[in-house]
């Protein structure tokens, strides 16, 4: 699994599109709020429900084989044992890497992924790793610039 700095790093400045498995339309929803965070921080996001037409303005597509276009990251907010054929989709559309937000560990599809030359993550959230690695964490959600973890210059 790719859980170290530097890895993780790399994977959130190299994948810039973000299809988003699990994207719910209500706000109060984490996988809306996290979603919204990384849209903010110049990421792109392809939400994936087919419960919507659309979330955060963007047209939303019923499953990956749908997008049509390059995926670097599948950023999933489903149940473990959900993850298995979205990890195969995820392969299938040629995607570079395999998310799994908190509470979401399916070894398996994992396996699969990594296999197929994807980066895999699991159990983490995508904000959260962003915004601890690249200074955005605050309790609130946002960056106040008022504390940094980055040394003055």
Request: proline share 4%; glycine share 8%; aromatic share 8%.
């Amino acid at each position: 699994m790719s859980d170290d700095i530097s890895t993780l790093r790399r994977i959130l400045r190299e994948c810039r599109t973000i299809a988003v498995v699990g994207l719910s339309g209500e706000w109060h929803r984490p996988s809306y709020f996290a979603a919204k965070y990384m849209q903010q921080h110049g990421y792109r996001i392809i939400p994936v429900n087919p419960r919507y037409a659309e979330v955060l303005g963007v047209r939303c597509y019923p499953s990956l084989d749908a997008i049509g276009e390059r995926v670097d990251m599948v950023d999933v907010f489903r149940r473990t044992e959900d993850v298995l054929p979205i990890a195969q989709q995820a392969v299938a559309i040629g995607a570079r890497c395999l998310w799994q937000q908190i509470g979401v560990v399916n070894r398996e599809a994992a396996e699969l992924a990594r296999a197929a030359g994807l980066d895999t993550v699991m159990d983490r959230c995508v904000k959260i790793e962003h915004a601890r690695l690249f200074g955005g964490l605050h309790w609130a959600g946002v960056n106040t610039r008022v504390i940094s973890a980055k040394r003055p210059v």
